[in-house]
């Protein structure tokens, strides 16, 4: 498995990174859980990415039990918070109480002491951008964290908070992490050449567009026990099962098979060619589905294929 910088900063993660939105604690047991994990770090993938809401810290309290035993030095642990864990009005968003809170939460649910990464889950406009990231730059300094980073903001905001931190001698953040694949390119136009420029490295997530770039609803085709044919977990598929996007995704299962490569592994593959994405988060319901995914950190795409691709998913 190949390790890169995140960002400007000196920690490496590496290239594939197991992610826990949507099964680890939901929709997969403990024991699939833990041949994920296990499968994972077989496979040289040391970072996990998790969040508070995920299935309401249930995604971090099996993977606190799933990692006791391992080496903590050896792993990249990432968590996030933002979105509501209850219903008191301070149970959410990004003030200094919600985010030292939400940390020790995470802590006590990932048994550890520290995170490698915390990272704001969205933007907060309701709470004045100097309150996060000095709680951020605290909590940095207390050892609680160890980096920084964001989800989902804009370049501008994610330039804003990294000149608020260097006032204060902090750290600032280190990542970003937005939605990015093929089918989703909307961060080409600002946040990864503002990113790139100061020194952002993006953890991208849904590279595969919620499995649609796998190749298995070619047709419309749903099977049993997938993402599509769940109705809880297939929300946010509806943009990228559109006849449009079916038509490409047929053409890009083709191309995949004239590369002698699988489609996921080729969309993963694109994805971390692209100058500025530092690494790609992947979920799993099944061991396999790691394995196979951790090999695209190796596929090498020539210049004619990332053409072909650009010309197939146009920005």
């Not at 040289?44 to 990415?49: A, L, S």
């Not at 690494?279 to 020539?302: C, D, P």
Request: with cysteine.
């Amino acid at each position: 498995m190949q390790t890169t910088k995140l960002g400007r900063s000196g920690m490496s993660v590496s290239r594939v990174i197991l992610g826990s939105w949507l099964t680890f604690g939901s929709s997969v047991d403990a024991e699939v859980t833990r041949a994920c994990v296990r499968a994972a770090l077989d496979a040289g993938i040391q970072t996990i990415d998790t969040a508070d809401v995920y299935a309401l810290g249930e995604a971090e309290r099996v993977l606190g039990e799933v990692l006791s035993g391992t080496t903590r030095s050896d792993l990249v642990l990432a968590s996030k918070c933002f979105w509501p864990m209850a219903d008191g009005p301070n149970d959410r968003g990004l003030s200094r109480k919600h985010i030292v809170e939400s940390v020790e939460g995470s802590l006590r649910r990932l048994h550890t002491d520290y995170l490698d990464l915390f990272q704001c889950h969205r933007f907060d406009p309701t709470v004045p951008l100097e309150e996060t990231v000095l709680a951020l730059e605290d909590l940095v300094r207390q050892g609680k964290i160890l980096y920084w980073g964001t989800s989902v903001w804009s370049g501008a905001e994610v330039e804003r908070g990294l000149g608020l931190a260097r006032d204060v001698r902090g750290y600032g953040p280190i990542s970003n992490q937005p939605p990015y694949s093929l089918l989703e390119r909307d961060i080409e136009a600002e946040v990864l050449p503002t990113c790139r420029r100061l020194g952002v490295g993006q953890i991208v997530f849904s590279p595969l567009a919620q499995g649609v770039l796998s190749g298995k609803y070619v047709g419309g085709v749903r099977p049993d026990g997938s993402r599509a044919a769940d109705e809880k977990r297939n929300v946010f598929m509806g943009r990228y099962l559109e006849s449009d996007a079916s038509g490409r995704v047929e053409a890009f299962v083709e191309l995949a098979a004239e590369a002698a490569t699988t489609p996921a592994c080729l969309a993963l593959a694109w994805c971390l060619a692209q100058p500025g994405v530092d690494a790609v988060i992947v979920g799993a319901t099944r061991a396999e589905q790691v394995v196979e995914n951790a090999r695209a950190a190796e596929l090498e795409l020539t210049d004619d294929l990332l053409a072909r691709l650009d010309a197939l998913f146009p920005v």
